[in-house]
């Protein structure tokens, strides 16, 4: 399979635990983004980025998230001190650069208890 | 940026066209619409883009009004499969960052 993929699907936490979720592209895809999206709701988007630099981030995303992508292949989202707020399903796409061509990975569904 | 409206649901028979209308009456003359859907419980998913002029893929057929101001999705003859929400998407800007909507559950009845 060649497509995005993203790690865990599903993970279930208690208010001020941690979480990590991990995205592989797809390997020639230059950007990666990561978006949120709640029951009933379009994605919103979180970050993206261009190989390994985030070029972008949205006021969404407080201090207690952070994306790396470190060698412009795969990235990590984490969620220090999660609250009960942050539960949602975390996507993650990519494509090639300059195109709204996205690919959507399936998704990481977090629940914080 | 370019705001939308589409209506929050429909309901299209198995086997018929279904037509998803779209306003984008602010939309910009450099800006492209997206189409995108989601399945339940699964990431979304590309359909279409254009820019001006109608397009069409293996999937659907875009139709842009001249003025630019709405589209309709058409899927020609649609399946149980193809009941979904349907989001369509003018760009933002040069970096293409979407931005989504609530967009239209399309429900597919056999």
């Known amino acids: 399979d060649t497509g995005v993929s993203q790690d865990p699907r599903h993970k279930i936490t208690k208010r001020g635990q941690n979480v990590t979720f991990r995205c592989d592209p797809i390997s020639e895809h230059n950007r990666l983004y990561w978006y949120r999206q709640t029951l009933g709701q379009g994605p919103e988007f979180l970050t993206y980025f261009q190989n390994e630099a985030q070029l972008e981030k949205s006021r969404l995303l407080s201090d207690r998230f952070s994306a790396e992508r470190p060698k412009g292949s795969f990235s990590t989202l984490e969620i220090q001190r999660t609250e009960q707020g942050d539960s949602a399903m975390y996507l993650c796409?990519?494509?090639?650069?300059?195109?709204?061509?996205?690919?959507f990975g399936e998704g990481s569904r977090l629940t914080v208890l | 940026d370019a705001k939308t409206t589409q209506p929050p649901s429909m309901d299209c028979a198995e086997g018929r066209a279904a037509n998803l209308p779209c306003n984008h009456s602010?939309?910009?003359?450099?800006?492209?619409v997206y189409w995108y859907r989601q399945i339940h419980s699964q990431g979304p998913q590309y359909i279409i883009h254009?820019?001006?002029?109608?397009e069409t893929n293996e999937m659907a057929s875009l139709i842009i009004t001249e003025d630019r101001k709405s589209s309709t999705l058409i899927l020609p003859h649609a399946t149980l499969r193809d009941t979904a929400v349907y989001y369509c998407?003018?760009?933002?800007?040069?970096?293409?960052?979407?931005?989504w909507g609530a967009g239209t559950k399309l429900i597919i009845k056999p």
């Open positions: 602010t939309i910009s003359g450099n800006e492209y």
């Open positions: 796409a990519s494509s090639l650069m300059e195109t709204g061509e996205l690919f």
């Open positions: 254009g820019l001006k002029n109608n």
């Open positions: 998407i003018p760009t933002m800007d040069s970096n293409y960052q979407l931005i």
